[in-house]
Nanobody, 115 residues
């Protein structure tokens, strides 16, 4: 069982940036892939970015060039840095770690982009 706690969300002005963190419990974090997803009101949850256990990354088209997913295995943490934030980035952002058929979600952190 892996427990995840996200942090770093909040209210940000358009054009601003923030860094989300996802801290995981457990000593085998390094074998899991990590991902960030988001869900806006009235919309389905969508993938934002993924990082594999060996550090390979992939991004949704809407996030390419303005977001960076990274991980620190020593801290059992996955990060998502987002810049040039837009109002349409407003959503609850969720962290997930997964390996094979097992996946674990965090509780989510709200990101609101508004002036």
């Amino acid at each position: 069982q892996v427990q995840l706690v996200e942090s770093g969300g909040g209210l940000v002005q358009p054009g601003g940036s923030l860094r989300l963190s996802c801290a995981a419990s457990g000593s085998i974090f390094s074998i899991y892939a990590g991902g960030w997803y988001r869900q806006a009101p009235g919309k389905q949850r969508e993938l934002v970015a993924v990082i594999t256990s060996d550090g390979s990354t992939s991004y949704a088209d809407s996030m390419k060039g303005r977001s960076t997913i990274s991980r620190d295995n020593a801290k059992n943490t996955v990060y998502l840095q987002i810049s040039s934030l837009k109002p349409e980035d407003t959503a609850v952002y969720y962290c997930k770690v997964f390996r094979g058929g097992a996946g674990y979600w965090g509780q989510g952190t709200q990101v609101t982009v508004s002036s």
